[in-house]
């Protein structure tokens, strides 16, 4: 149910709304069992200031590409909204006041085998958040994420193996906007090298290749990749290998 409900007051509306400054992010990552029925969103909203009227609310839903449905003499495709978690009401966000503000949420999911046509490597996520004021409300930010890029940024590998030679320090800070500073604690020599990967497991950035490191050293990320492009705001995963090890962080760059 749309209101305007003529496709040309809709898309007024719609420009409308977006000449109205956004002050707000929403970052995404999940993690889901290895059959993809089940596991956990995570949701990072940044707010820049005030967003607008409160209360907020906090939505997310399951959805499909594209499934077939059949009705009379029509075979059509639909983009079902399949469950919202935690349910339709969604989740009260509260923010403090003291901005920038970063909130996180991880919200559990379960899919139903009994769902029409369900394929559970078609499911993204849909998640926004928005002012509720009766019948006036307001989206203020939006994202989606496919299930199938979950598991590709981990706060702590799994298995998680320690070397007893080298470890990620705390990064700080994190989020950050324009540069992160990440530590690397050496307890005795070893060639290590350091990368930053996108949700799609894709190198973007080597920091450090395949040098000798004999004490804790300090590098930096300036949110750039490798051609000297700035990255999109998002969630990054910073890895460290070598000696057949490897420690990894997540690392959220915000605007």
């Known amino acids: 149910m749309f209101a305007p409900t003529s496709s040309t007051a809709l898309n ?7 000449t109205i400054p956004c002050h707000v992010e929403i970052l995404l990552q999940g993690t889901a069992e290895p059959d993809l029925m089940s596991g956990t969103l995570g949701i990072t909203i940044i707010a820049e200031q005030e967003p607008g009227a409160s209360p907020y609310y906090l939505h997310a839903a399951a959805c499909s590409h594209l499934v077939p449905y059949s009705y009379s003499y029509f075979s059509e495709f639909h983009y079902p909204l399949r469950k919202m978690y935690p349910n339709y009401n969604g989740t009260l966000v509260t923010f403090s006041g003291v901005y920038p503000e970063t909130l996180q949420y991880n919200i559990p999911f379960s899919l139903s085998a ?13 998640v926004w958040l928005q002012t509720n004021k009766g019948t006036d409300k307001q989206i203020h930010q939006s994202e989606n994420i496919e299930i199938t890029v979950f598991n590709s940024v981990e706060e702590t590998p799994s298995p998680v193996v320690s070397s007893g030679v080298f470890a990620l320090g705390a990064v700080y800070p994190n989020p950050f906007s324009d540069v992160s500073f990440i530590p690397v604690l050496v307890e005795k020599p070893a060639v290590i090298s350091l990368k930053i990967f996108d949700l799609t497991g ?34 990054y995963r910073i890895q460290l290998t070598g000696d057949g090890f490897r420690d990894s962080k997540t690392i959220i760059k915000i605007r």
């Open 12 to 18: 007024t509306a719609y420009a409308t709304a977006m």
């Open 114 to 126: 009994s769902w029409w046509h369900l394929e559970p490597d078609d499911i993204y996520f849909a």
């Open 202 to 235: 894709r190198a973007v950035r080597d920091l450090f290749s395949e040098s000798l490191v004999e004490n804790d050293i300090v590098l930096f990320w300036d949110g750039k990749d490798d051609s000297g492009a700035e990255m999109n705001a998002g969630i």
